[in-house]
């Protein structure tokens, strides 16, 4: 029984052999690529005895060339499961590579030769079997195939996975890279993480399952640590804005700062930070009451400046609006008594609400911005004539008439006239006229049996003496 196996094993090898040549020509250096070392990389991919799939990579002194493996061969010897010792497989490799290689070179130059595949192709298998599972493995190369980063600086290089590893770990947020395969082979850190906006969700090593976990998430996307950028995302995260109008949306920051800069006063905000992240012009406008005294493009920068002075307030030009100041812009008053103070233009007025005749004062301009009544009315003489909420429309309204005036009814003063409307008289002798009432009753002080009438009502209003 065991002559006939024996026999059986022997015929199958041989029929291996007879089969085991190859014809390679200008495709051998075609089909394979070249990495950013100079050397060509060649892979073959299979399965070991044991269900294990592997790639080859076959390197040499001169050349690499890409062996075409036997997928016959493979089977029959996972049949007979048979691994191979790695020390002997090892050297036996070496060997075909050394006889080989002239070979190979002609191939490389586009020659048709027939390569022999010796049956020390046949343990190859085996020993790529253990570079896969054990990469610090002996098998030939002529490159530093494992590449240590920090990040994305790149530290050193080594052709052994070992050395490679116990390098990196002298250094935080350290990595190895293969360049065979041009991927993370080992890391001290997560590379990946996902973000929900700016909110950190979960980090990874690995790229495909940070994409995946983030595919759960609505305006997620994935991070990568070394390069600090998205590598991944579901949503534009950059927007750009011309003022306060959104223009258009891009996943990418350089093409949105591209497209910005067609527009004037235009800025980029990044959705996830809720912030701008570039513009073209000074945002935020800071003021002394209603003086302007500098500009800047960051908030922060004109928070900092503002604070220097009392009565400042930072305005944002894109929304025409205050978002910080220093002091109570707005006042609620009713009539002329002053009830409350706000910072918010909104809150103030929700509060003169509940008042009748009430009004909000801006401290800046010093003005009314917002009214329930008409503060303003017209008269001729005695006669009213029209009341307004704006103080500029009363007196273009009044300047139609003669002898007008605008009353604030706030205060119930005249704040504007078109003729003197107080005469200040001893006895009978008319002295001088004016237009307001305690410049009038001063200056009729200044003499004996001396009175002021109201032209407006024709009536004595102050006297220094009895008739």
Do not use: C
């Amino acid at each position: 029984m065991r002559k006939r196996l024996s026999l059986v094993v022997k015929l199958l090898l041989v029929f291996a052999f007879l089969f085991s040549f190859t014809f390679v020509t200008n495709q051998t250096s075609t089909e394979a690529a070249t990495t950013n070392q100079g050397v060509t990389k060649v892979i073959y991919k299979g399965e070991d005895w044991k269900g294990y799939h592997y790639d080859i990579y076959l390197n040499h002194a001169d050349t690499q060339a890409l062996v075409y493996g036997y997928k016959t061969i493979g089977k029959i010897l996972s049949k007979l499961k048979i691994p191979g010792p790695y020390k002997i497989a090892s050297k036996m490799a070496g060997l075909a590579f050394k006889f080989e290689a002239p070979a190979i070179k002609k191939a490389d130059k586009g020659h048709g030769v027939i390569i022999p595949v010796t049956i020390t192709r046949l343990l190859i298998p085996w020993v790529d079997m253990y570079k896969t599972q054990y990469p610090d493995s002996d098998a030939p190369s002529n490159y530093n195939r494992y590449e240590v980063y920090q990040y994305s600086k790149k530290l050193k290089s080594f052709k052994n996975y070992n050395e490679a590893i116990a390098y990196a770990k002298l250094w935080d947020h350290s990595r190895v890279v293969d360049v065979a395969s041009n991927s993370d082979v080992w890391s001290n850190y997560d590379r990946y993480e996902v973000y929900q906006y700016s909110k950190k969700l979960k980090s990874f090593k690995n790229y495909n399952e940070a994409v995946a976990y983030a595919k759960l998430w609505d305006h997620s996307r994935v991070v990568d640590v070394a390069l600090n950028a998205d590598v991944w995302s579901n949503y534009d995260r950059y927007e750009v804005y011309q003022y306060s109008k959104k223009l258009k949306t891009f996943k990418n920051y350089n093409e949105a700062v591209a497209y910005a800069k067609l527009w004037d006063h235009s800025r980029v905000v990044d959705v996830a930070l809720n912030a701008d992240v570039w513009s073209n012009y000074d945002r935020y406008e800071v003021y002394q009451y209603s003086k302007k005294l500098k500009t800047f493009k960051n908030y922060n920068e004109a928070v900092a400046y503002a604070k220097l002075w009392d009565h400042s307030r930072v305005v944002d030009v894109a929304s025409n609006s205050d978002v910080w100041s220093n002091y109570d812009r707005y006042e609620v008053y009713q009539y002329n008594n002053k009830l409350k103070t706000f910072k918010d233009y909104n809150a103030a007025v929700g509060y003169a609400k509940l008042w009748d005749h009430s009004r909000v004062v801006d401290v800046a301009s010093n003005a009314d911005v917002w009214s329930n009544y008409d503060r303003y009315e017209v008269y001729q003489y005695n006669n009213k004539l029209k009341t307004f909420k704006d103080y500029n429309v009363a007196v273009g309204y009044a300047k139609l008439w003669d002898h007008s005036r605008v009353v604030d009814v706030a205060s119930g003063a005249d704040i504007w006239s078109n003729y003197d409307r107080y005469e200040v008289y001893q006895y009978d002798k008319k002295l001088k006229t004016f237009k307001n009432y305690t410049e009038a009753v001063n200056y009729a002080k200044l003499w004996d049996h001396s009175r002021v009438v109201d032209v407006a009502s024709n009536t004595v209003i102050w006297s220094n003496y009895t008739p």
